[in-house]
């Protein structure tokens, strides 16, 4: 029919994209670990693939079985119920020896699941243990199905029938064909199986639960045993009456002789005591396997209940009729058998489809987390501590100039000029050493702090592998130790140049000779200059009257001698007089002088400007180690940013892949309609 091959179209169809969308994940996955291997900013991203790429496929499989592998009907029913006997008159002919083993205290105990094949000749039976697969004699088979718990680790029979030698064979050909096999139960409330859990996943994977009750026992005890396990089964559940033979002899059915009676009366039974089964007691099927194989002849009255298999072929006719409606005369679009398959498969690919498409946006939130980011902020935060490094050497000029100042007036006052001098070094020298202390915690705390917790940030946000993040944080520890040990070793104090004894003693010898120079003018000099003057002027005099004239005795000649030797003492007493006057204001003058080139020494703007050049090689080149570093990230982070977008461009085959997917699966829901 139409809807049937539409069906299998889609059904392909949805396998296929599946397929490929697990092909479409297994390369994104491959090729994004190629690319981005070793980049921890993307490993949440490569786990979400490689999630990914571990869900499809299970979940391809999952749909794949579901699509192609087997559809179950159930054949469940109380122990001693006629269950085994049921399904050998349903399988064979009524001569045909027994499949299942049958008797009187014969209690089914394991699972059979009864598979079909119109290419074998003969039947195959295999035990499964475990995760093995043996295969058995029909006669061991037979032996141990039956023992149920003393069968250690098993977890069912496999039976895969040859349909040549079953009876009817065309119905289970078209069973093979459509892949739907027989799941024979444990006898419920026997005393050799009761999980109940392990039976109620059974019952929810039937595509028809066929249902067994003995026509002498239904009743309430046997309904409580079949209930719980009952409410998990599928909608499609047809009710079998076993031993219908039998009903004649059972309490149940007193006071009634006729067929129709006895059918009707069963009906309320099923209703009134099964619950689960009371919309479906009206369906239900009263055979006799056991007549069937004793090929008993039902009686005229019998015969119009009750076909010569003893209704046999009419629970045949219904298992027909969920492959194919048809058989009943009726037209639809899919089978039951179609339809459930189809549902189940709908189901299963809105399951992986929402699980996968989960685990896309579990992707995208990955991705949505990864920031890669350039080095940006680490050149930002470099300028910023470097700029803060500066400023202890604006505080540096600034302590040297204030306690250099406060020194200077007492030179060569009331401190000895040499005293004054020493002080004034030492105080440098002391001001110099707290700087180094000071400075070289201000590195730790700006360069080993905040701005390295400002290169591990932006090493984080780049994608740096780990390889790369450790050779970077190891050539960054490398600039700050180099920079901490050349800021400590640089020569600060030559950028304060202080006077020295050398400088004082020229300005004196500058303030004495402007002092001699000055002589003529200097009015206190003037009467030491007369007398000077006098003599000399009185010495040729004294010569010329004593060689021309015999008035001069002696006498007078030695007193005028005497007097101008006396004036000529008087004239040195007053000239050193007055140079001793002279010396004090020399001094003063000379120690202003050597005060003020103590000043200009440490003039503010000068000294910033000196001390800053004393460290501006050392701070450069620390700059130019971290611009280095910054242009490594700027890379990394590029690399990684394209690393990222390549992922973000396959993973968009991946949703085209299943927006397909559930384009699919919306048209199987319309063909189910």
């Keep these: 029919m139409a809807g049937s091959k539409d069906v299998e179209q889609i ?61 179950w009907i159930g054949i469940v029913g109380h122990y001693s119920h006629g269950k085994s006997s049921l399904l050998n008159a349903l399988l064979q002919l009524p001569d045909a020896p027994e499949l299942l083993p049958t008797g009187d205290g014969v209690v089914t105990g394991m699972v059979s699941r009864v598979d079909f094949s119109s290419t074998r000749t003969m039947h195959e039976f295999r035990l499964l243990k475990g995760d093995a697969s043996m295969p058995i004699s029909e006669e061991d088979y037979r032996a141990q199905v039956a023992r149920g718990s003393a069968l250690t680790g098993v977890y069912a029979f496999d039976l895969e029938l040859a349909t040549q030698e079953l009876a009817q064979s065309d119905l289970w050909r078209n069973m093979e064909k459509r892949c739907i096999a027989l799941f024979d139960t444990p006898g419920l409330g026997g005393p050799y199986f009761s999980d109940a859990n392990q039976v109620s996943q059974w019952m929810s994977q039937f595509l028809l639960l066929v249902v067994c009750v003995r026509a002498d026992r239904i009743t309430k005890d ?157 050149d930002e935060a470099l300028l910023e501590a470097t700029e803060r490094m500066e400023e202890p050497f604006d505080r540096l000029s600034d302590d040297i100039e204030s306690r250099v100042m406060a020194l200077v007036p007492d030179l060569g006052g009331s401190v000895p000029l040499h005293e004054g001098v020493e002080e004034l070094n030492r105080v440098v020298r002391s001001c110099i050493d707290d700087f180094k202390r000071m400075h070289a915690r201000s590195v730790k705390r700006e360069l080993e702090g905040r701005l390295l917790r400002t290169l591990e940030d932006q090493l984080d946000r780049s994608g740096a592998s780990a390889t790369k993040r450790s050779a970077l944080l190891d050539r960054f520890t490398r600039e700050v130790r180099a920079l901490g040990e050349a800021l400590a070793e640089a020569e600060y104090e030559r950028a304060v140049r202080l006077p020295g004894a050398g400088q004082l003693g020229t300005a004196t010898a500058g303030a004495a000779l402007k002092s001699m120079l000055s002589v003529g003018t200097n009015p206190r000099a003037w009467m030491p200059l007369l007398v000077c003057g006098g003599l000399l002027l009185l010495w040729p005099v004294l010569g010329v009257l004593q060689s021309a004239s015999e008035y001069f005795s002696e006498k007078l000649s030695n007193a005028i001698h005497l007097i101008g030797l006396l004036g000529l003492v008087g004239a040195g007493v007053s000239f050193a ?65 394209g690393a990222l977008r390549a992922v973000r461009e396959r993973m968009r085959g991946v949703k085209a892949r299943l927006e397909e997917v559930s384009r699919l699966s919306r048209q199987l829901e319309e063909r189910m309609r």
């Design 11 to 71: 059904t392909e169809s949805i396998l296929k994209k599946l397929e490929e969308l697990g092909g479409e994940v297994a390369q994104v996955d491959e090729r994004s670990r190629q690319s981005a291997s070793e980049t921890p900013a993307l490993a949440g991203v490569l786990d979400s693939i490689s999630s990914l790429r571990t869900l499809v496929p299970e979940l391809a499989d999952g749909v794949t079985d579901v699509a192609r592998g087997k559809v």
């Design 222 to 378: 046997v309904a409580t045993s079949l209930t719980p396990f009952l409410r998990e089964a599928p909608k499609k559940i047809l009710p079998v009456v076993t031993f219908w033979d039998t009903w004649q002899g059972c309490k149940d059915y007193e006071g009634i002789s006729g067929e129709e009676q006895a059918r009707a009366r069963a009906q309320q039974l099923l209703e009134t005591r099964f619950p689960v089964l009371g919309e479906h007691a009206h369906r239900a099927i009263f055979v006799s396997a056991r007549q069937y194989r004793n090929r008993t002849e039902p009686t005229p009255e019998q015969s119009r209940f009750v076909s010569p298999s003893w209704n046999i072929d009419q629970l045949r006719h219904a298992l027909y009729q969920e492959m194919d409606p048809s058989v009943l005369g009726r037209v639809a679009k899919l089978s039951p058998f179609e339809r459930f398959r189809a549902n189940r498969l709908h189901r299963r690919v809105e399951d992986a489809r929402t699980q996968i498409a989960l685990a896309v946006d579990r992707f995208e939130q990955a991705e949505g987390k990864v920031s890669i980011g350039d080095a940006g902020p680490l």
């Design 577 to 641: 007089v007055f140079f001793a006057g002279e010396w004090g204001h020399i001094r003063e003058k000379s120690l202003a002088e050597f005060r003020k080139a103590c000043r200009n020494s440490v003039r503010r703007d000068a000294l910033r400007r000196a001390i800053k050049e004393t460290a501006a090689p050392d701070l450069d080149r620390f700059r130019d180690g971290m611009v280095r570093i910054s242009r490594d990230i700027d890379e990394t982070a590029d690399a990684v940013g």
